[in-house]
């Protein structure tokens, strides 16, 4: 079973560049959330895709944006970059089909330094 | 806004258990309780969540008050390797809810 990759590991952006971070999620689920991690902060919900479609969002400008892929993978899409967007960006992946419990599996996340 | 309130730092002795509590007084009675840890530079880690009935697992217990305003987690032997932040979270069981964090609680094993 592979656990939940992303991809770059680092990167570096200055301000009003864009940028894609990508996310392969964990074999059979079928639910990607973002999450972005300021320091010293926790975790803050980006948005969440089932299925291909957003199936929620947080408190984030509408200059993040996302996708998801047939096969579940996902990606995150920031424009205009701002320096306050430097920040740890996670991603986590889960099974909706299993309301059993709700266990997410999440990447090492990929850092984003703007300057 | 998080639900929970736990408190910033915590240190602990090596191989002694480490008690992580946390306040959600305005828990519903359709919430869980769900704690997960964030090892420093990885990915947020699911440790054990709970309704109402104390829960067990291989990494730690959970302890839930009868009133469900608290609850705590056990690491029955903590080693340097539980180093963490620890969040409590508190969800409705919906499969792939978001999750809400807060700050957390860091705790520090010592040698």
């Known amino acids: 079973e592979t656990g939940v990759t992303q991809s770059p590991t680092h990167l570096i952006k200055t301000r009003g560049q864009q940028v894609t971070l990508r996310c392969s999620s964990q074999?059979?689920?079928?639910?990607v959330s973002w999450y972005q991690q300021a320091l010293g902060q926790g975790p803050q919900f980006i948005f969440q895709y089932y299925r291909e479609e957003e199936n929620g969002r947080g408190n984030f400008p509408p200059r993040f944006s996302g996708l998801q892929f047939p096969n579940y993978s996902s990606e995150l899409n920031v424009n205009a970059l701002e320096l306050d967007d430097s920040a740890l960006y996670l991603c986590a992946s889960s099974d909706a089909r299993d309301r059993t419990y709700n266990e997410q599996f999440f990447g090492p996340g990929t850092r984003l330094t703007v300057l | 806004d998080a639900k929970t309130t736990q408190p910033t730092s915590m240190d602990c002795a090596e191989g002694r258990a480490a008690n992580l509590p946390c306040n959600h007084s305005?828990?519903?009675?359709?919430?869980?309780v769900y704690w997960y840890r964030q090892i420093h530079s990885q990915g947020p880690q699911y440790i054990i969540h709970g309704l109402k009935n104390n829960e067990t697992n291989e990494m730690a217990s959970l302890i839930i008050t009868e009133d469900r305003k608290s609850s705590t987690l056990i690491l029955p032997h903590a080693t340097l390797r539980d180093t963490a932040v620890y969040y409590c979270i508190v969800i409705t069981q919906g499969g792939s809810e978001k999750l809400v964090f807060g700050k957390g609680m860091k705790l520090t094993v010592n040698p």
């Open positions: 074999s059979g689920h079928n639910t």
């Open positions: 305005t828990i519903s009675g359709n919430e869980y």
